[in-house]
């Protein structure tokens, strides 16, 4: 090691491939925080997770991407 921290990279996300989203990766494409995310999941504004991998939650990018383009976070 060298003494200096090493930044992880965003990954590029396509929102027209079909692939499954992490919570990190959902807030990236949204631009909202996590607790902003869960409250708006609780109200009906965002989807709740397709699915899970074990305990760790997955949007579909078919589902995230509608709320990503009203948005304005389409990339």
Known sequence: MDGYAKTARARVINLDSDERLRISEVLQVLKVGKSTFFDGIKS????????????????????????????????
Request: hydrophobic share 25%; charged share 20%.
């Open 44 to 75: 009906g504004r965002y989807p709740t997770a397709d699915g899970r991998d074990g305990r760790m939650p997955y949007w579909l990018t078919s589902t995230i991407r509608p709320y990503a383009r009203s948005a304005g976070g389409a990339q």
